[in-house]
C-alpha cells in the first residue's frame, strides 16, 4: 500500500520560512516523480514543483520561484519543499504526490496517481 505523508506545515508570519517534508512508502521512490501542490480556498489545484526521479530536473511554479526549492533524499524516501520568503496568498493545504511516469516538465495533478493526506500552510501576522 502506497503511502505518501507530508510534515512541516503550520503558521508563520510574512517573510518567514518553512519546509515541508513528504514520506514515502511502498512504492519504488528512486524511479517516481515527485511533485508538490497546493489548494487554497475558493481555488483551482495548482502545481506548485515537480522534481525528477534522479533529483537532475525540476519544474516550479513562477510565483514561487525564487523562493521555494524541492529536493529529494532517494536514500531516506524523502522529497522536500523548502518555502522562503513565505507570502500571505501561500496559505493552502500542500501536497505531495509520486508517479512513475515522468510528470516533472507538466507538473500537473492529473498525472500523479500517489497522494498524500496534505499539510496546513498559513501565512499572516
Known amino acids: 500500500q502506497v503511502q505518501l505523508v507530508e510534515s512541516g506545515g503550520g503558521l508563520v508570519q510574512p517573510g518567514g520560512s518553512l519546509r515541508l517534508s513528504c514520506v514515502a512508502s511502498?512504492?519504488?521512490?528512486?524511479?517516481?516523480?515527485i511533485g508538490w501542490f497546493r489548494r487554497a480556498p475558493g481555488k483551482a489545484r495548482e502545481g506548485v514543483s515537480c522534481?525528477?526521479?534522479?533529483?537532475?530536473?525540476?519544474k516550479v511554479l513562477d510565483s514561487v520561484k525564487g523562493r521555494f526549492t524541492i529536493s529529494r533524499d532517494n536514500a531516506r524516501n524523502t522529497a522536500y519543499l523548502q518555502m522562503d520568503n513565505l507570502k500571505p496568498e501561500d496559505t493552502a493545504i500542500y501536497y505531495c504526490?509520486?508517479?512513475?511516469?515522468?510528470?516533472?516538465?507538466?507538473?500537473?495533478?492529473?498525472?500523479?496517481?500517489?497522494w498524500g493526506q496534505g499539510t496546513q500552510v498559513t501565512v499572516s501576522s
Open positions: 511502498g512504492l519504488n521512490f528512486e524511479i517516481s516523480t
Open positions: 504526490a509520486a508517479d512513475a511516469w515522468d510528470a516533472t516538465d507538466y507538473c500537473d495533478g492529473v498525472y500523479f496517481n500517489h
Open positions: 522534481i525528477s526521479k534522479s533529483g537532475s530536473r525540476t
